[in-house]
């Protein structure tokens, strides 16, 4: 019980440095073929994630999230976003290269251990949202490649804009 006592503390300020006042949403799905095999983004798979805005006024960032292994054989990373409106009407479209290796020298980017490297992309920022509502946005590999491995995991993060950053 003591021990439990002692970790209390330390469990309490890990939790409140979790915490960031600003993000609105953030959701990460986890990749794998149709077949099954982990790790694989395939073309077909164009995950979704849905969202709330119930504040118009404010400016948002919206941010994506990629995990890949070391032994993703690329690297950049091509990703396709479909951003719809709580009318369902589409808002943007628009095709993003993200650098997960350095072009140069090869080492990875982002933060990692071992063989495992995770990166944010800041992909619309000051981002507008006139309706209140529910959004949806899509993403999609556009790799030119049916079936994509060493991309582990996609995600999408949404925080209120920030004028210092």
Avoid at 23 to 39: F, R
Wanted: glycine letters at 8%; aromatic letters at 10%; charged letters at 20%.
């Amino acid at each position: 019980m003591r021990a439990i006592l002692r970790l209390l503390p330390l469990a309490l300020v890990g939790l409140l440095t979790a915490c960031d006042p600003s993000q609105v949403y953030e959701k990460n799905t986890d990749l794998k073929s149709p077949a099954g095999d982990p790790y694989v983004w395939a073309v077909q798979d164009k995950p979704t994630f849905e969202f709330e805005i119930q504040d118009t006024t404010q400016r948002y960032d919206v941010y994506f999230n990629v995990r890949n292994a070391s032994a993703y054989e690329y690297y950049n990373l091509y990703v396709k976003h479909t951003l719809l409106g709580p009318d369902g009407k589409p808002m943007s479209r628009l095709l993003h290269q993200m650098l997960l290796l350095d072009p140069q020298t090869g080492e990875p980017r982002g933060n990692g251990t071992g063989d495992i490297y995770d990166h944010q992309f800041l992909a619309l920022p000051n981002q507008r949202f006139p309706l209140a509502g529910q959004y949806k946005i899509m993403l999609e590999q556009y790799m030119r490649q049916d079936q994509l491995p060493g991309i582990m995991a996609v995600g999408v993060r949404v925080a209120k804009h920030s004028a210092g950053k």
